[in-house]
């Protein structure tokens, strides 16, 4: 049975917990960001809380799964503006720990829903990269309806992989109209 489990925006109080799960993803997937556990590690305490605090910031957000029995942090995701080539929202930072991954745990959904709702007030499509290796993202992304756009960067810790673009457009979301069937 899945844990159950709630999603919010992160706070510049979380810091430390933002720092504790950037270390267990970049140590259990490391090809997934253009960070070392090294570089992380050496980080001081107001940069964590600088990203921490990126879920109440202008132009970012940052989203946490906590697993309500534990108080364990199960996931996050991020989005910004621009940057990296990208002229709309970007999604960035997406982790699940292993034993919350899966469809069936909704985790990862619940995460991108999430920022998708805040992207939907910058934009109305939603673009990421994602290294070429990393097929349990990748078929995540397609099966959420994001596709390749052709466009293509080096990975910056080997730049001789590529990091590759996909995009989503956004569905509309429509307001209730108070009538009842």
């Not at 745990?105 to 990421?128: F, I, K, Q, Y």
């Not at 810790?157 to 990091?163: F, T, W």
């Amino acid at each position: 049975m899945t844990p159950p489990f709630i999603v919010r925006r992160t706070s510049e109080a979380d810091w430390q917990n933002v720092r504790d799960l950037r270390l267990e993803m970049l140590a259990d997937t490391p090809l997934a960001y253009g960070e070392t556990v090294e570089a992380a590690l050496s980080r001081p305490e107001p940069e964590w809380r600088i990203r921490a605090a990126r879920g109440d910031g202008p132009g970012t957000t940052a989203v946490v799964a906590i697993d309500t029995i534990t108080g364990r942090w199960i996931g996050t995701m991020g989005g910004f503006l621009g940057g990296f080539g990208s002229t709309g929202p970007l999604l960035v930072g997406v982790y699940v720990a292993p034993g919350s991954r899966g469809r069936a745990a909704g985790v990862a959904d619940a995460l991108l829903d999430a920022v998708e709702d805040w992207a939907r007030g910058h934009g109305s499509t939603l673009s990421l990269h994602v290294h070429e290796d990393n097929t349990r993202a990748i078929a995540f992304y397609e099966r959420r309806g994001f596709t390749f756009t052709g466009v293509s960067a080096p990975y910056d810790l080997a730049p001789s992989r590529r990091e590759l673009e996909m995009q989503r457009t956004l569905p509309t979301v429509h307001a209730p109209t108070g009538r009842h069937a």
